[in-house]
C-alpha cells in the first residue's frame, strides 16, 4: 500500500491529498529519509510524521484494506511517539500566551486619541 495512502486510512491525514503534499514536502520519513507519496509500507515499517510541530513515530502492525472508523485505528498502527514531543506543544502553548491576544491588535484611532488625551492631560498637571 502506498504511504500517502496508509495515512489516510489510519487518518492520520483528512484527506489523501493532504497526506500527498506532506509527502512531498518531507514530512513524513522512513528509516530517517524522507519518502515519496508513492513509497510502498509493509507491516513492521516504522514511519515518522511531522505535524502540528510534533514528531509523531508510528509503527505498523498490518495494512487497512480501506479507511477506517476511528475506533479500529489502533488494530493497524502502534504510536511510539515519546511523551516528551507532547510536553513540548504544552510549553508552546504557553509561549503563544506571551504576545498579545488574538483581536487585540494596534490601537484604533480613538484608542490613540484617547491615550494621547491622558498622557497630555496627565503632563500639564505637574
Same mark, same amino acid.
Given at each position: 500500500?502506498?504511504?500517502?495512502?496508509?495515512?489516510?486510512?489510519?487518518?492520520?491525514?483528512? #484527506?489523501?491529498?493532504?497526506?500527498?503534499?506532506?509527502?512531498?514536502?518531507?514530512?513524513?520519513?522512513? +528509516?530517517?529519509?524522507?519518502?515519496?507519496?508513492?513509497?510502498?509500507? !509493509?507491516?513492521?515499517?516504522?514511519?515518522?510524521?511531522?505535524?502540528?510541530?510534533?514528531?509523531?513515530?508510528?509503527?505498523?502492525?498490518?495494512?487497512?484494506?480501506?479507511?477506517?472508523?476511528?475506533?479500529?485505528?489502533?488494530? !493497524?498502527?502502534?504510536? #511510539?511517539?515519546?511523551?516528551?514531543?507532547?510536553?513540548? #506543544?504544552?510549553?508552546?502553548?504557553?509561549? +503563544?500566551? !506571551?504576545?498579545?491576544?488574538?483581536?487585540?491588535?494596534?490601537?484604533?484611532?480613538?484608542?490613540?486619541?484617547?491615550?494621547?488625551?491622558? #498622557?497630555?492631560?496627565?503632563?500639564?498637571?505637574?
Amino acid at each position: 500500500m502506498r504511504i500517502d495512502k496508509y495515512l489516510w486510512c489510519i487518518r492520520y491525514f483528512k #484527506t489523501r491529498s493532504i497526506a500527498t503534499n506532506a509527502c512531498k514536502k518531507g514530512a513524513v520519513k522512513i +528509516k530517517g529519509a524522507s519518502v515519496k507519496p508513492s513509497r510502498e509500507v !509493509y507491516p513492521g515499517d516504522c514511519i515518522e510524521v511531522r505535524k502540528n510541530q510534533i514528531h509523531n513515530t508510528l509503527e505498523i502492525l498490518d495494512l487497512p484494506t480501506s479507511r477506517l472508523g476511528a475506533k479500529l485505528v489502533d488494530m !493497524y498502527r502502534k504510536d #511510539t511517539t515519546p511523551k516528551e514531543a507532547f510536553e513540548k #506543544t504544552e510549553l508552546l502553548k504557553y509561549a +503563544k500566551d !506571551y504576545y498579545r491576544k488574538k483581536g487585540t491588535g494596534r490601537p484604533s484611532k480613538k484608542d490613540r486619541r484617547d491615550l494621547e488625551d491622558f #498622557t497630555e492631560s496627565g503632563s500639564e498637571e505637574y
